[in-house]
Structures are given as structure tokens and as C-alpha cells.
């Protein structure tokens, strides 16, 4: 990374902490605990609440970027929502960045779960970096509907706070440039639908004064977008430290290129943001980058929520 990179990277970062700082109000507490009870318990028979969002559609063709020990994929073909009972194996490619041995050392279950997808005919991909997209030989010439990164980490271990906030930063910069050659191509999906006033408080709609620059209403029933270009899908748990890498604004408005001729990162278009339900996922595990064997179980953050922000390619 270059200095002037860094410094604008730490401009951003600045501007994000105080703008966080500056949301904070003395009635927090209350207005989430009083949405709390508001909200409406799951549906009988352990079904989803139908307000929950689930962004695909049984047609998509879907890319799943670092995907660990491949649990979220396996969930997503094997016990998926009822809304994508009819979604095709065949559609779905899952990828880790590791080797398939590498892959197998961090992660204890990981090998019988790959087997489970190759013989329901989904693609798995090995040594796939999310930042090089572009390079990847068998991906030239193929798009997807939708690019799905949940809970991405530089995992360097960097102890100092803002360097590791510049380094996950870097890594989301470059992994939005590599990915637009990946994307279908079409129209702006259209996402957006007013709520009734009749309609019950949801998860979906809780506390968004406190989530940075969001121009967009969380969608409401279980369904994913219209047709249309295709849509990158990144998961964060909405609390410190990933709240500091300000994702929705390095996706809009990217720092500008460091040295003169350099190509400069693509603009996104921010579609909605939703509270990602793990427990919409069934035997889905969150594993973290440094693997099992190296105590990688860990927590995504204290309190808070996980989201999901969508964008697609600004025209």
C-alpha cells in the first residue's frame, strides 16, 4: 500500500470514528429494548419469520467467496430455506482461499461437508484469492448473479487497532476492484419497497440511525431482487471493530488512486443492507481465517448484530 493510500485509508477511517461517536444518544438502550419487545416471535414449526431477508432466487448463480470450512454452502444446498428448496447445485460455486489441504488441516470437519457438495454437483474451488478474482483463469468469461463474502478478514494478526482496521480495509478495496469481470450484466436491480404502516416492527428495520450513510430501506419479505446486474453480498458483524472499516463508503466512494495512470476503483452503488439470521442457515459455523487447529472458533464481535450490505456496479 502506498503512503498517500494510507493516509487517505486513515482519513476515512478518522471520519468514520467521529462519525460514530456523533450517533451515540443517551436513549439507545431504550429504543432497542423497547423494538425488542415489539418484535414478533418465529413462526411455529421452526420456519423463518417472513420478513427476514433471503437475497437470492433459485435461478441465481452464485459465487461464495472464502468460505472456510464451506458450512454456509452446505447449508445453503443441503437444508436451505424454503424460498430456495429448488435452487440447483450446479449453480452454486464455493471457494477458499487455502489449498485443498491447507484447507482440510484448519477446518476438522471440511472434508466430509466438500464431499457432500461435489456429489450434489455444486463446483468447489480451491487456492481461489478474493482479490485476484479477475486473474483467475477458470473464471474468465464467467459471471454470477451473486458474489457472496461473509465475514471476510485480512487475518494478519496485527495487533496495533488502525493498522488492522487499514489492512481489512485494503482487502475489501481490492477484492470490489477485482470483482465487477464476475458480475452479470443488466439493469440496476430494483430492491426497495415502503413499509405499511400497519406492518410490525422486524429485525430488519431495527436501530438504523446508528449504521452510517445508509440510502437504502432493508428489504422486507423473503424475497431476493428482480433481474438485473449482478450484486456483491458482504457480511460483517454491525459492531467495532468492523464498523471502523466503513464499508458502505469504500464501496461508494473509494479512495482515489495513488500514483498517476493507475486505474482507479470501481464505484458501487449501495441496494439495501439486512440483519443476517445464522439461524436461517441451518449447521452453519462461523470459522474464523486462522482455522480450528489454531483456536479459529472464535466470536465475530461482542453484542450487535450481523448485516449484510448489497451493492452493485454504479453505472
Known amino acids: 500500500m502506498s503512503k498517500i493510500q494510507k493516509v487517505s485509508l486513515k482519513a476515512t477511517l478518522q471520519s468514520q470514528q467521529s462519525r460514530l461517536k456523533a450517533k451515540k ?14 418484535r414478533k416471535p418465529p413462526n411455529a414449526k421452526g420456519k423463518s419469520n417472513p420478513l427476514h431477508t433471503i437475497p437470492f432466487r433459485p435461478t441465481d448463480k452464485i459465487l461464495l467467496i472464502g468460505e472456510g470450512n464451506f458450512s454456509f454452502a452446505r447449508a445453503l444446498l443441503v437444508h436451505p430455506p424454503a424460498a430456495l428448496e429448488h435452487l440447483p447445485a450446479a449453480g452454486v460455486t464455493a471457494t477458499s482461499y487455502d489449498s485443498e489441504e491447507d484447507c482440510y488441516a484448519k477446518y476438522s470437519n471440511a472434508r466430509e461437508i466438500v464431499e457432500i457438495l461435489r456429489n450434489r454437483g455444486a ?100 424475497t431476493a431482487l428482480g433481474s438485473g446486474r449482478g450484486t456483491i453480498l458482504i457480511t460483517l458483524r454491525n459492531v467495532p471493530p468492523y464498523t471502523t472499516w466503513d464499508v458502505p463508503r469504500l464501496a461508494k466512494t473509494p479512495p482515489k488512486p495513488s500514483r498517476t495512470g493507475e486505474t482507479p476503483n470501481p464505484r458501487f452503488k449501495l441496494l439495501r443492507s439486512f440483519v443476517f439470521h445464522r439461524s436461517l442457515w441451518k449447521g452453519y459455523e462461523h470459522r474464523m481465517t486462522k482455522g480450528e487447529r489454531a483456536h479459529g472458533q472464535g466470536t465475530t464481535g461482542v453484542g450487535g448484530e450481523d448485516r449484510t450490505w448489497e451493492f452493485c456496479l454504479q453505472d
Not at 431504550?30 to 419487545?37: D, Y
Not at 487499514?166 to 464476475?182: K, M, T
Not at 426497495?192 to 436501530?207: F, T
Open 123 to 222: 463446483e468447489v474451488v480451491f487456492d481461489v484469492d478474493a482479490t485476484k478474482l479477475h486473474k483467475y483463469p477458470a473464471f474468465k468469461g464467467r459471471r454470477w448473479d451473486r458474489i457472496v463474502w461473509n465475514f471476510p478478514h485480512a487475518g494478519k494478526g496485527i495487533t496495533d487497532q488502525d493498522r488492522n482496521i487499514l489492512s481489512n480495509q485494503q482487502l475489501i478495496l481490492d477484492f470490489l476492484r477485482s470483482s465487477p469481470s464476475c458480475l452479470t450484466l443488466g439493469l440496476v436491480p430494483s430492491v426497495h419497497r415502503k413499509r405499511p404502516h400497519n406492518m410490525p416492527d422486524d429485525d430488519d428495520e431495527k436501530d438504523m440511525d446508528i449504521i452510517p450513510d445508509l440510502d437504502a430501506e432493508d428489504s422486507l419479505p423473503s
Open 25 to 38: 444518544k443517551a436513549d439507545h438502550a431504550a429504543q432497542v429494548a423497547e423494538q425488542k419487545g415489539k
